[in-house]
């Protein structure tokens, strides 16, 4: 059998160590399949029903796993599906390699059915972006493509025209011009930089650091692979380490260091620890809430791409380096504080809420809070478990009852915080690590989007549990109404989905769930099964998600929106009521 170009790109996905790739197939890139088909026993391909899941997918396989990501689809309209999946990988850096079809070389540019320019919209996605023109430089362009997407975190992408896909591996045309060149031969070979800053830097640093009073410490994503590091240089400094969302994984929920997130998901303590600190200490962070961050504060910042250096606040001291090893460099510079009635402080106000968190979580409040939900999965879920979750008023439930313990890693869309990657995030993972436990803890609205995705998961055979949080409505944009004065709008669904019939008809498990005493059940039977399992919970809809303060702004807006009539104001007030009753008791 004739060797045809299409395989030399299979080839060296191979040579890299990709193992998996995720996608959709289409006329517009037979050729590679067919290339797939000739290697399977070498490289996975996934199917998928929508190329969007398959984006999403790429992205969680290299944020669970720090290798590349690679998604495939169609010319034309297979290729524009991936885009939200693929702005999920640019915006939180990520490693991945979108690959697609494009038409004949011999209609390009005459208007041929499904003819898109994937190379040209891809343009502000991408920091490799080109079209495959000429087989036999297909080894090199994946080998700049992958290395590219690795040293810069996002996403590279190679659109083949099917006549190249399908064209002899061999094929080399004439080469033109004075003949100063001939195809390039590359290796497939990546070599990362270790990146530590100058000394004088790490004296400033520290200098400006050993100073500090009152230093609270800021841990995002960067940071994940650094969490004794950032324990040992906490200790030191007498820090309370505030997470944002992304870098919930860093360190332990409850250990005696950390005060939980920050922001409208975060925690009161770690709102007043930003506020009362003299020196901010920002690791492996971009987060983008300047509002929550000290405005008189002096800052240091461990950053690995110098163009995010001080985006956020001026600094005093600009360490450009990795995370980790930047730590190792600097903690040997800090003096222990004696002082830490600033740490103390926080400790005794992180007590206090998780005192008021389990009041929210009790099993004897009717209908089913979603906190309560959330943190029965957390009791029963596994060490090791890993969680994916939607954007919304979902991501408030898990950042603040599903604690980070063993060796947990927590997953969601960061800083695009799109809807519906939750399912396809959970089934990447489920891929990546097999043996252990996978959850997707999703609402409604975003579940109903890529729903076809439990069918994947049951006929690939991925035991993932899924857990729909379903309160028939779009929970975070109706409270977003709310805050600004405006009555709620177009945000509820007329009934209620029940998603559990399709679940079972997938293949896999589904339980509905109405009452508070058969949650625990559910759950438990749920992580039980070998296999999927969907476990549908009908929620209190008129729970809110408080911010950690309520700021003035915010409750008056609440009132404006209940004078202008909003919906449900009755139910919404009693629940609200109610929360801070059961907070007081507690």
């Not at 929508?50 to 669970?64: L, P, Q």
């Not at 004794?228 to 380490?241: F, G, N, R, W």
């Amino acid at each position: 059998m004739d060797k045809i170009a299409s395989e030399l790109l299979v080839e060296r996905l191979i040579d890299w160590g990709v193992d998996t790739v995720f996608g959709l197939p289409g006329d517009g890139i037979n050729g590679i399949m067919e290339g797939l088909r000739r290697h399977s026993d070498r490289l996975r391909f996934v199917l998928v029903h929508h190329e969007e899941s398959a984006a999403f997918m790429a992205t969680a396989y290299s944020k669970s796993t720090g290798k590349l990501g690679v998604c495939l689809a169609t010319s034309g309209p297979g290729g524009l599906h991936l885009i939200n999946g693929l702005y999920d990988a640019k915006l939180d850096h990520v490693p991945v390699l979108a690959i697609t079809g494009v038409q004949s070389t011999t209609q390009l540019g005459t208007g041929f059915q499904q003819e898109v320019h994937l190379d040209r919209t891809f343009l502000d996605l991408c920091v490799y972006n080109q079209m495959i023109l000429v087989p036999v430089s297909i080894p090199t362009m994946v080998d700049i493509a992958v290395r590219t997407a690795l040293s810069q975190r996002g996403v590279s992408h190679l659109t083949f025209p099917v006549d190249m896909q399908e064209a002899p591996a061999d094929l080399k045309p004439y080469e033109g011009g004075l003949g100063t060149a001939r195809v390039a031969d590359t290796a497939p070979i990546y070599h990362a930089p270790r990146v530590v800053p100058e000394a004088a830097d790490l004296s400033q640093a520290a200098e400006i650091l050993n100073a500090g009073k009152k230093v609270v410490m800021l841990v995002v994503a960067g940071a994940l692979h650094a969490g004794d590091e950032v324990l040992q240089a906490a200790d030191a400094l007498a820090s309370p380490i505030v997470k944002s969302l992304m870098g919930k994984a860093v360190v332990p929920d409850r250990h005696p260091l950390t005060v939980g997130g920050l922001g409208l998901l975060g925690t009161k303590p770690s709102e007043e620890a930003m506020e009362g600190c003299d020196t901010v200490f920002l690791i492996g962070t971009n987060f983008p809430y300047t509002a929550y961050l000290p405005e008189q504060a002096r800052a240091v910042q461990i950053e690995l791409d110098p163009t995010r250096i001080g985006n956020r606040l001026p600094l005093e001291a600009a360490l450009v380096g990795d995370s980790k090893q930047t730590l190792l460099e600097l903690i040997p510079l800090l003096q222990r504080k004696e002082d830490r009635k600033f740490l103390e402080k926080s400790q005794d106000g992180m007590r206090k809420w998780f005192e008021g968190l389990e009041d929210l979580e009790s099993p004897e409040r009717d209908p089913i809070q979603p906190q309560y939900l959330m943190r029965v999965i957390d009791r029963l879920a596994a060490d090791d478990a890993i969680l994916c979750s939607d954007s919304g008023t979902i991501a408030t439930c898990a950042a603040r009852h599903f604690d980070i313990r063993g060796d947990r890693k927590f997953y969601l869309s960061g800083n695009l915080a799109t809807m519906a990657p939750g399912l396809p995030y959970a089934i990447a993972d489920q891929v990546a690590y097999p043996d252990r436990q996978v959850i997707a803890f999703v609402g409604d609205g975003g579940f109903a989007m890529l729903m076809a995705e439990f069918h994947t998961a049951c006929w690939h055979r991925l035991p993932i549990k899924v857990v729909v949080c379903n309160n028939g409505m779009l929970g975070q944009i109706l409270w977003e109404q709310m805050a600004l004065g405006y009555p709620e709008h177009g945000v509820r669904f007329a009934t209620h989905m029940d998603f559990a019939p399709w679940a079972e008809s997938c293949g896999g498990l589904g339980i509905h769930v109405e009452k508070v005493g058969d949650v625990e059940p559910a759950i438990r039977e749920a992580l039980e099964h070998d296999g999927p399992a969907l476990v549908d919970v009908v929620v209190n809809p008129d729970e809110p998600p408080m911010p950690p303060k309520v700021k003035y702004d915010e409750a008056k807006g609440f009132a404006e929106s209940f004078l202008k009539g909003t919906p449900r104001r009755a139910t919404i007030a009693s629940t609200l009521f109610r929360d801070k009753l059961d907070q007081l008791k507690g």
